[in-house]
């Protein structure tokens, strides 16, 4: 019993140095601590930490000064002038100066440590609301720290597991935090003086945790990124965000003006009508499917985006603090949760459908006209993508980091913004996915980059296989293998693992991206098994009936890939799971092929009239169509609603599986911002694509033959 209170000791103590900031203090100079209690420190003790080191040039306080000036006076000591100094709080609470709020603000030792709760936000809109009669501002800074134990302490190793919630992710101070959570890493917040600097902040909580921490077996690593420490906002917006906010209200406004138009049935140009919302939000909520429509497709795009939702979330709930996050590694530490961690799985028919309808629009003008115009594909292609994502992207730049503000804002919200300020213009050339994962502008947007490269290629590829059926098909199929064989052999070499698996690093998961997970060569299989499979839509009639033995066989065979893709990696999502290359090799070149093949093969039998069992009716279902609609603007915004509520989040919260992974008020959110981009960019500038590309019609003296009536239209 005495070992494990001592263990405990060690643990707290250590933890309550880390927030070394308090204004209660005498005049006098004091040591910071003579001895170790576990009833605390005593006011006199407190505060040493962060007066080691002054800012010389400042408009404000430092905290030498502020303790001088905010010392612990009682009633019977103070002066008149110093009774009447007081701390003003949004300036309209006043309090005398032995309230302190800026030590109130800084995070406190918790409760439930060994469950995980050991990311403390203390309370940011205290801390940067402070604000002295002179002149004396709070600064939030949240501290990064990382907690190591020696060799000499094995005793600690369970004490540091659960501290760390049995490692479900493993992180560095050195990690990049803005796109994937630093799990290992503990978040603590200490409210300053804004005198104090970042690197004063972290100089000081190195040196107070240092001296204190010898010889107790923990090795405290601190760090105090200057982006984290935040001050109430003053100024005035910046020029480009007022501009940014202009021209959305604009393109309000137009829609607004076109909506009166059409609805009055006024003459107006087309291109303006393009932004009518009576006419979009009707497209939006049409069931009528248009000419060479494939049924069965879209319910295959509606259950893979909802899958993507759930392990984005998944992901972005990480960056959260958790009263029971320890409780919470322990119940995702089972298989089941491949749901959530197959993340990479569910973007791969997306990429698949890409080729698919790709191969299936090209080969029907190759049937008609017998050529391709290649650049009037590829002009369609930057009028239907780019708005879109060019309106996103000025959003989450230079609109949404003013939209709020918490302990984590400028992580994962002003920090996106900031990467694309400076690297937009690869997006838009869509070259973003060869810079680096972590160096990305919207980093969700790869699949834009890999989708667009594979569809550059598409037209040679198209027209080989539609020239030279029986050469193609060899080409396509060789070409698939070496891509599988280039994942396997990548992953495998670098350790690398597109599953993730728990304890799962950090730096593994940026390599996998950057080595495979982002480049098309590695996506390429999927994109040949949609364009092998767009190739026979187009060539097998609706009416073809196959041998009934082979459908069962191929029933059999594509949904027994489809389970072994799925569920075959359920093991290393274990809380035991031990990190092997062989798994993650043979996960990352096989399971996009098995998880796609039964999507193909159940679009094949569909269309061609092969199958009408309950999963053909299930994905053929006339309400998909609008999901279909909506998936690229799904696509765009979840991420910004995920990181908008993490930068907004203020405190540790209870982790409950249904309520916290199926927000149904963060759900409403991406559905509302999907349609509202939709209605505002998506659809009007799919309207003005149509009117721009539509090919003029040849007048003629009589009426044409159906088969140049079908040319003209």
Known sequence: ?????????????????LHGVAVIATPKTVDLIKSVKLNGLKDEEILEALSLNKTENSDNYTLAELIDHLG????????????????????????????????????????????????????????????????????????????????????????????????????????????????????????????????????????????????????????VDSEMCQRRRKDSYPMEMIVASCFFMGV?????????????????????????????????????????????LHGVRA????????????????????????????????????????ASLYTDPFIMLSGLLTTYSFVGRLNRTGALDIKREYLSRILRLVPTLGALIIFCTFVMPFMGSGPQWNLVVTHHADICKKTWWRNFLFVHNYFGFENMCLTHTHHLGIDTQLFAAS?????????????????????????????????????????????????????????????????????????????????????????????????????LMFVAAFVGPAPMGSINYI???????????????????????????????????????????RGFLICTRLSYAIYLTQFPVFFYNVGMKRGAEYYGFIGTLLNVKELTWILISSVILTLLFETPFQNIKN???????????????GNEKSKSE
């Open 1 to 17: 019993m005495a070992m494990m209170e001592r263990l405990v000791v060690t643990v707290i103590v250590a933890v309550q140095l």
């Open 72 to 223: 612990n006076h009682t009633a019977a000591n103070q002066q008149p002038a110093q009774q009447d100094r007081v701390w003003i709080i949004n300036s309209t609470e006043t309090l005398h100066t032995n309230t302190f709020y800026v030590f109130d603000a800084t995070a406190k030792i918790p409760s439930g440590l060994l469950n995980g709760n050991v990311n403390q936000f203390g309370d940011f809109d205290e801390c940067v609301g402070v604000q002295g009669s002179e002149g004396i501002q709070g600064q939030y800074c949240l501290a990064y720290l990382k907690l190591d134990m020696d060799d000499s302490r094995p005793d600690l190793k369970h004490l540091h597991r659960l501290l760390h919630s049995h490692y479900a992710f493993n992180s560095n101070l050195t990690d990049p935090g803005h796109r994937v959570p630093r799990f290992s890493t503990v978040n603590w917040a200490v409210c300053t003086p804004a005198s104090c600097s970042p690197q004063d902040v972290e100089v000081s909580l190195r040196h107070a945790i240092a001296k204190h921490t010898a010889q107790t077996g923990l090795k405290i690593s601190v760090r």
């Open 252 to 296: 309000i406004a137009l829609a607004v003006v076109a909506s009166v138009y059409d609805h009055y049935e006024l003459s107006a140009s087309e291109l303006l009508l393009s932004f009518s919302l009576k006419r979009n939000f009707n497209k939006l909520i049409s069931l009528e499917r248009g000419e060479g429509d494939i049924a069965s």
């Open 303 to 342: 259950l893979n985006a909802l899958m993507l939702i759930v392990a984005h979330k998944s992901m972005a709930m990480f960056f959260n603090p958790y009263i029971n996050r320890t409780e919470m590694a322990e119940y995702l530490g089972k298989p089941w949760t491949v749901i959530g961690r197959a």
């Open 459 to 559: 037209p040679l590829i198209v027209f080989l296989l539609w020239k030279r059926p029986k050469i193609g098909t060899v080409v396509l199929t060789v070409l698939a293998v070496l891509s599988t064989m280039l994942r396997y052999k990548v992953t495998y070499d670098r350790q690398l693992n597109n599953y993730v698996f728990f304890g799962t690093s950090i730096k593994q998961l940026f390599d996998t991206a950057n080595h495979s997970y982002i480049l098309p060569t590695h996506r390429l299989t999927v994109y040949i098994i949609g364009v092998l499979t767009g190739y026979l839509l187009r060539t097998f009639p609706k009416d073809y009936k196959l041998n009934p033995i082979f459908v069962n066989v191929g029933w059999l065979v594509s949904t």
């Open 579 to 621: 990190y092997n290359p062989i798994h993650g090799a043979v996960y990352n070149a096989f399971s996009p092929i098995g998880w796609c093949i039964l999507f193909s093969w159940v679009a094949f039998l569909s269309h061609t009239g092969n199958s009408n069992g309950i999963l053909s009716r299930i994905f053929a279902w």
């Open 691 to 705: 009117h721009l590309l539509r090919k003029p019609k040849m007048p003629v003296a009589t009426e044409p033959t």
